[in-house]
């Protein structure tokens, strides 16, 4: 099927307009490595291709993330900025996407949430596992990576040409014959010999580390970033662990000492603060963010792009 150029600007003009910062198509063929069981393909099996579509975290919102006792510092400001509001954006004008580009028009097309416990829903029984393999139904960031927008860093997020990485990203799975976009092939944006590996120095539960190591491939090109150990990042996320932005002052023992294990999750929920788990409780992710986010606000690689 030849490719529709006309409907391909028109979808990113249309993205674009309604807030997008980022957008980029990625030819089906890029995603030969995913895994079966996340493939756009497993979900419609003759899909073409993928938008993948960013929005950018305002730079203030993250300079003035801090510890709620922290003078000229705020958490809040990036929990729904940097995170609730941003989501929600991105659900919304893709959805828009979807259905008066392509489905009025007789493609079909499928979205997954952005984020939150739901974009997890096919392998949340994974949770239970003794060390934690749960995955989301479909990877944003490997989206964006393969219709060009960026290239992943060593902290496992997308790094993007001037934004580093402070960008959110959404996705729409469509068999509408769009023009792909090239893969990026810039200068390199993850620089760790500049910051000294500050997403693992700047990690609170010590989830990512220099040791293990996880390589993917997108079309041509292989990228290699931190294994992340999952039950210590989720620990930060709900508020367990002092220097997430939560009030507790708990500390999780050294990496190298205990391989933490859901159970140490489950354990650990119970000694969250009244005041965090009220606010846990009442916002769910959705009209606010999850705690801690260092390895995304406190990445420079945007300040060496600029450089």
Not at 43 to 58: E, H
Not at 162 to 184: E, Q
Request: net charge positive; proline share 6%.
């Amino acid at each position: 099927m030849e490719c529709d150029q006309e409907l391909t600007s028109e979808i990113k003009k249309f993205l674009v307009n309604q807030g997008a910062d980022l957008v980029g198509v990625a030819p089906i063929s890029r995603f030969a490595e995913c895994p079966e069981e996340t493939h756009p393909q497993h979900y419609m099996s003759d899909a073409n291709c993928v938008i993948s579509f960013g929005m950018k975290i305002m730079d203030g919102v993250c300079d003035v993330w801090g510890e709620y006792n922290q003078p000229h510092k705020s958490i809040a400001p990036y929990l729904f900025y940097g995170y609730g509001l941003l989501n929600f954006d991105m659900s919304r004008i893709g959805n828009l996407a979807a259905k008066r580009l392509l489905e009025f028009r007789g493609y079909k097309s499928l979205m997954f949430p952005p984020t939150w416990m739901i974009s997890q829903y096919r392998f949340i029984e994974r949770a239970l596992e003794p060390y934690v393999t749960f995955m989301a139904d479909f990877s944003h960031r490997h989206a964006a990576v393969a219709a060009g927008l960026g290239e992943f860093g060593f902290n496992g997020l997308v790094l993007v040409p001037k934004f580093g990485a402070r960008v959110r990203f959404n996705s729409i799975i469509t068999n509408a014959p769009l023009v792909p976009d090239p893969m990026y092939n810039g200068s390199k944006l993850c620089q760790p010999e500049k910051c000294d590996y500050k997403c693992v120095r700047d990690c609170p539960t010590e989830a990512l580390t220099l040791d293990e190591t996880f390589t993917v491939k997108i079309g041509d090109k292989q990228y290699e970033y931190s294994k992340p150990n999952k039950v210590r990042c989720i620990m930060g996320i709900y508020a367990m662990v002092r220097g997430t932005g939560a009030r507790t002052r708990k500390r999780l023992p050294p990496r190298e000492k205990k391989k933490i294990t859901i159970e140490d999750f489950v354990q650990g929920r119970k000694g969250v603060g009244a005041f965090d788990q009220m606010f846990l409780e009442d916002c769910r992710g959705l009209i606010c963010g999850d705690f801690c986010g260092k390895c995304l606000h406190g990445c420079p690689a945007y300040k060496f792009y600029k450089e």
